[in-house]
């Protein structure tokens, strides 16, 4: 059932993200979807009583989370980079979420991590470090020309090329 919820939110996450990114931009959807991971496993972490109510709702926040971030994620960039930059962009990106993900579980699995610590290593840190990492990338120039933000979508250009 917990598996279930956390699946129903990516399809909810799947439906919302074309809205999302069209009102509030690609940058900024993708740096909100990053913050979600860490704050819901802070909260489960810091929880002094911990309920299924507390797992239902960490794992649909979860899961919209991810779907947010992986399919914004692709659709910023292809409208964002330079064909060259794309393949770079896809290791950086799902590459880093990958290997943080299976080396904190062989880690939580072989015992050397207790599931605070998995939680830690595994959500939190990863998520930062993909907000700071998008933080620094220019907002996407289809977005910036779509609101009229033309001196922006100049600097973001710049930036691209």
């Excluded at 990114?21 to 690609?26: F, S, V």
């Excluded at 880093?96 to 991590?113: E, Q, V």
């Excluded at 620094?136 to 710049?158: A, H, I, N, Q, W």
Aim: hydrophobic share 50%.
């Amino acid at each position: 059932m917990i598996g279930a919820c956390f699946f129903i939110s990516v399809a909810v996450g799947s439906l919302l993200l074309g809205g999302l990114l069209d009102k509030y931009g690609r940058k900024n959807v993708l740096l909100v979807s990053s913050l979600i991971t860490p704050l819901v496993l802070f909260f489960w972490l810091s929880a002094p009583q911990f309920t299924l109510t507390h797992i239902y709702v960490g794992v649909s926040l979860l899961g919209l989370a991810a779907s947010l971030r992986a399919s914004g994620s692709y659709i910023y960039a292809t409208e964002s980079l330079l064909s060259q930059h794309k393949l770079q962009y896809a290791v950086y990106v799902f590459g880093f979420d990958g290997f943080c993900t299976a080396t904190t579980s062989i880690l939580f699995w072989s015992g050397m991590l207790t599931w605070r610590s998995y939680c830690l290593f595994s959500g939190s840190l990863m998520t930062l470090i993909l907000a700071l990492f998008w933080y620094r990338l220019p907002e996407s120039p289809s977005y910036l020309y779509e609101k009229g933000k033309f001196e922006e979508l100049t600097k973001s250009l710049e930036r691209i090329a």
